[in-house]
């Protein structure tokens, strides 16, 4: 595998948005489970690609997979244009061939978990500045001025300096957005950031999610919430067992499926 230097790469010529994110015929195993068979998908600048199914059907796997959290079995990503290069482990899986492309890769793209995953020892404001300052070398006085841009735009200027613990999920959840725009992420990746909130709390990170989706931001979204999915997606992937069942726009997914697993699915959550 090859990597591509994406600020040499030219433009498309096809009239459409540079792909920021590529994934052609991904498999993973975990031992002997097959989780994902074969996945293909491709978000241009400024789309929104959702991701939905059941439990067990490979979306978190696929994300983590894009973000290098895990190491495809098999498979091509590419972030702006860049291939991930592997190598055999050994063991019938892969690793990375080189850490430092897996750093930078990392570098532009923006993760927001399901479980916030903020550092508890840490205020919002130490841990919006903690990867510009101590991983991408910004200066401290402009990674603070960034943070408290971020803490206020997602309705947190005022608990800049509280601690994880004394914040209810839904805040912590907008402060681990926050912080993922923080390192000024070419692609943003949400790994079903409202399934450990409580019902009252969903609202206002979708608000977050959604006026995100509406400034462009490029963005692949996991996630149960299926109105929201239809209202600020541009392209939505059904996955069923590990495989893309059924593909695209949100208004044939949720309006017109052909796919009868997909209609089973939408009945089952409708």
């Not at 005022?158 to 994880?164: L, N």
């Not at 999920?169 to 399934?195: C, K, N, Y």
């Amino acid at each position: 595998m090859v990597a591509v230097d994406a600020a040499k790469h030219p433009a498309p010529t096809d009239g459409l948005a540079a792909e920021a994110i590529h994934v052609e015929n991904l498999h993973k195993k975990f031992g002997q489970l097959h989780v994902l068979k074969g996945v293909s998908l491709s978000a241009r600048d400024g789309e929104v690609v959702a991701i939905i199914g059941g439990s067990g059907s490979g979306k978190s796997t696929l994300l983590r997979c894009i973000n290098c959290l895990e190491n495809p079995t098999s498979g091509i990503i590419r972030v702006n244009g860049e291939e991930i290069r592997l190598k055999p482990n050994g063991f019938g899986d892969s690793i990375p061939a080189d850490r430092r492309q897996i750093e930078r890769i990392r570098s532009r793209l923006g993760m927001v978990f399901q479980s916030f995953n903020l550092w508890s020892h840490m205020t919002l404001l130490e841990n919006v500045i903690e990867v510009p300052v101590h991983v991408l070398g910004i200066k401290r006085m402009d990674a603070i001025a960034e943070a408290e841009r971020l803490l206020a735009r997602v309705g947190l200027a005022e608990k800049r300096d509280v601690y994880p613990a004394y914040l209810s999920g839904g805040q912590q959840q907008r402060a681990a957005i926050a912080r993922a725009l923080a390192v000024q992420p070419r692609v943003m990746l949400f790994d079903e950031p409202t399934s450990a909130l409580d019902p009252e709390l969903v609202g206002e990170v979708l608000k977050v999610i959604g006026d995100l989706a509406r400034e462009g931001r490029t963005m692949v979204l996991v996630t149960h919430e299926m109105k929201f999915a239809r209202e600020v997606a541009t392209h939505v992937i059904y996955l069923f067992n590990g495989q893309v069942e059924e593909e695209g726009p949100p208004e044939q997914i949720f309006g017109a499926p052909k796919s009868e697993r997909l209609k089973q699915f939408i009945r089952s959550i409708g």
